[in-house]
């Protein structure tokens, strides 16, 4: 397969990003089976996310005989970030704060979470300490 320009996940692709994070690679009659349960999706249905996924970069596959194993591939994550970043570009400043709040509220973050968090904010202000020279 030709692989396409990296693009973006819709909204259901990224339900199939949910259910591969947890199996870290899997053979395409678990996505199947997965789908179909969870979301009601016919065999062809999930396929056609699958093969989409994987002309976008974001999945990559190895034929073991008659099967077909997929994994994430790294540009996930990137797909992710982009999606931060055009969000933050569509936030009013006054509410960019808020929304951070609201999203680490609805993250269900546990402790060691947050404080990584608190960890990377220390490490941004230092950056930015250094910029300004103060």
């Not at 190895?62 to 077909?68: F, L, S, V």
């Not at 400043?93 to 990584?116: C, F, N, Q, W």
Request: net charge positive.
């Amino acid at each position: 397969m030709v692989q396409e320009p990296l693009r973006g996940l819709s909204p259901s692709e990224w339900k199939i990003v949910h259910i591969m994070k947890d199996l870290k690679s899997c053979a395409a009659r678990d996505v199947y089976t997965i789908t179909a349960e969870k979301y009601g999706w016919s065999v062809a249905v999930t396929k056609t996310y699958l093969s989409r996924m994987v002309n976008k970069g974001h999945l990559t596959y190895t034929q073991i005989g008659n099967c077909y194993v997929y994994r994430l591939s790294e540009s996930v994550m990137k797909s992710l970030f982009d999606e931060g970043e055009s969000l933050m570009e569509k936030v009013l400043d006054d509410a960019r704060i808020p929304l951070l709040y609201h999203m680490v509220k609805k993250g269900k973050l546990t402790e060691s979470d947050l404080k990584e968090l608190q960890n990377l904010l220390e490490e941004y202000r230092k950056s930015e300490k250094k910029k300004t020279g103060g």
